[in-house]
């Protein structure tokens, strides 16, 4: 089946900060989702993004389908912004279900 | 607009005992899905409906039943728990079915057994 890797596994940032969260697949896709997974464990929808380019506020992200990968920029962090960051895409055969990646833990700091 | 919704949000159980977990959703989709999240192991898919009065099996299903009598309502039994059982359980659910459908998720459950 397919492969999600996210990197990296653990980022620590001073508020205000930017960053950059990565998620490679082993497969083409034509429908990729990043999640943020809250301290409450809440999984909330961030982007719904199978190619091009998209923002909302201070986060935007970018899937390059052709090369197997998703960017996931936050711009200017704030503490609410820690918690858990996971992509995820469809498995193409079998049982309909999304394989998630490890996640990216990041902790921003005030 | 409530979205997907779950009930209970925590329960603890002994092993043996059964229980049902509730999934609620307004959105009017067709498609909805169980997963259980477990340190180190991701989302797993559990059950799925592609809608109302169908069910399959997904990736985990030994040890839970469910049934979609309802198309806003999915709901997780699980007949005789097991400590194997522990974990957070997330309902979500899509307007297509993936691998197109963007799938939306509810809070969770948090379940221990004991």
């Known amino acids: 089946g397919i492969q999600v890797e996210q990197s990296p596994p653990d980022l620590i940032l001073q508020e205000g900060a930017n960053s950059t969260l990565r998620c490679n697949f082993s497969?083409?896709?034509?429908?990729l989702q990043w999640f943020h997974q809250n301290p409450w464990g809440q999984l909330i929808n961030l982007f719904y993004?199978?190619?091009g380019t998209k923002q909302n506020g201070r986060l935007s992200a970018t899937t390059v389908a052709t090369e197997r990968y998703s960017l996931l920029y936050i711009s200017s962090s704030q503490t609410t912004d820690s918690g858990v960051y996971f992509c995820?895409?469809?498995?193409?055969?079998?049982?309909?279900?999304?394989?998630f990646g490890q996640g990216t833990r990041l902790t921003i700091n005030p | 607009n409530a979205g997907v919704t779950q009930t209970p949000k925590f329960r603890v159980l002994k092993t043996g005992q059964s229980m049902t977990l509730l999934c609620a959703q307004d959105?009017?989709?067709?498609?909805m899905y169980w997963y259980r999240q477990d340190p180190g192991m991701g989302l797993r898919l559990i059950h799925y409906s592609v809608g109302e009065g169908t069910t399959a099996k997904g990736e985990v299903p030994d040890g839970y039943n469910v049934s979609r009598l309802k198309k806003q309502n999915f709901l997780l039994g699980l007949e005789s728990a097991a400590p194997s059982q522990t974990s957070v359980y997330f309902c979500?659910?899509?307007?297509?079915?993936?691998?197109?459908?963007?799938?939306?998720f509810g809070p969770g459950t948090r379940l221990t057994v004991l």
């Open positions: 497969d083409s896709v034509n429908n």
């Open positions: 959105m009017n989709h067709e498609y």
């Open positions: 995820a895409v469809p498995q193409k055969w079998g049982a309909q279900k999304l394989v």
């Open positions: 979500a659910s899509s307007n297509e079915l993936a691998p197109a459908g963007e799938q939306f």
């Open positions: 993004i199978p190619s």
